[in-house]
């Protein structure tokens, strides 16, 4: 049975799919970029904003966007007037991360080319989307004729997938959600042969000193939290201040499940919109 499962996600192309029942508070268009798809929400009954946000979702590397996240999404672009970007990037174990990045690297530079200067642009992910979205700061980076977005959104961030920080295990006694084991098997496929210590699938070991605005939202009963003060510790020895941004209480991606106490759920939301419209 586990050979057969293994065997059906190598052969199949797992892809992100249009929501059944769009919202009449926004659009959805569809467009193809290297044979995947591209989803770009914009507000229906609210004024569009100057905020353009290119957001990678979560689920280990290995799952599409859930209905979860188109709902996240379409408060986003209700309650901030903001046009949002997910892409339908490569997932694995049929793909690894140079799938990833030769789509997202390229990717950047067309989106970033076309938004005006009057525009604010946002980076955002969720888990896997929050490790993905830092490894690709750290890529662009290096290089002279990409420019930096004006804020960077990590929500629950994956930043390394060995997982071997000793305080994991402390949490993991709380996390009800993840678990590490099964977290680092997909970690595995994700990086692929030679790839376990690219800072592309482990972007806390990546090149920090010419990052800016990043902020993190992170919760006391995820197993991610403790690499989430690794970074800030690292970043603090190149003197770039990482903003975390710490719900007690709060499970793994919470503002998107919504699997918490309600006034935790409330809080974090809040905190993000008002980023985000500020």
């Not at 929050?130 to 980076?141: H, M, Q, R, V, Y």
């Not at 290096?142 to 959104?153: C, G, H, R």
């Not at 209480?249 to 409330?266: F, G, T």
């Amino acid at each position: 049975m586990i050979i057969a499962v293994i065997v059906y996600f190598m052969t199949v192309d797992i892809e992100t799919k249009e929501p059944r029942n769009l919202s009449k508070t926004m659009n959805l268009q569809i467009k193809k970029y290297m044979d995947r798809k591209i989803f770009i929400v914009t507000p229906k009954e609210k004024e569009q904003t100057n905020k353009i946000i290119l957001y990678f979702h979560g689920g280990a590397y290995m799952a599409e966007a859930t209905k979860q996240h188109w709902k996240f999404i379409e408060d986003i672009v209700k309650d901030t007037g903001a046009t949002v970007i997910m892409p339908d990037y490569p997932l694995t174990p049929k793909h690894n991360y140079k799938d990833v990045f030769n789509m997202v690297i390229p990717l950047y530079k067309e989106i970033e080319d076309k938004i005006d200067s009057n525009k604010e642009f946002i980076i955002m992910g969720d888990s896997a989307g929050g490790g993905l979205s830092l490894a690709l700061l750290e890529k662009i980076s290096q290089y002279s004729d990409y420019k930096l977005p004006n804020k960077t959104i990590l929500i629950s961030p994956w930043l390394d997938v060995r997982l071997n920080n000793s305080e994991i295990e402390i949490v993991q006694k709380r996390d009800k959600k993840l678990n590490k084991e099964a977290l680092k098997i997909s970690g595995m496929a994700y990086a692929g042969e030679g790839g376990d210590d690219s800072y592309l699938v482990n972007p806390i070991d990546g090149e920090l000193s010419n990052l800016k605005d990043i902020i993190i939202f992170t919760g006391t009963k995820d197993i991610l939290n403790p690499d989430v003060y690794e970074l800030e510790k690292r970043a603090k020895e190149v003197d770039v201040k990482v903003d975390i941004r710490e719900y007690q209480n709060a499970s793994h991606i919470w503002l998107i499940d919504k699997d918490c106490e309600k006034e935790v759920i409330e809080k974090g939301y809040k905190d993000l919109i008002e980023l985000i419209n500020n």
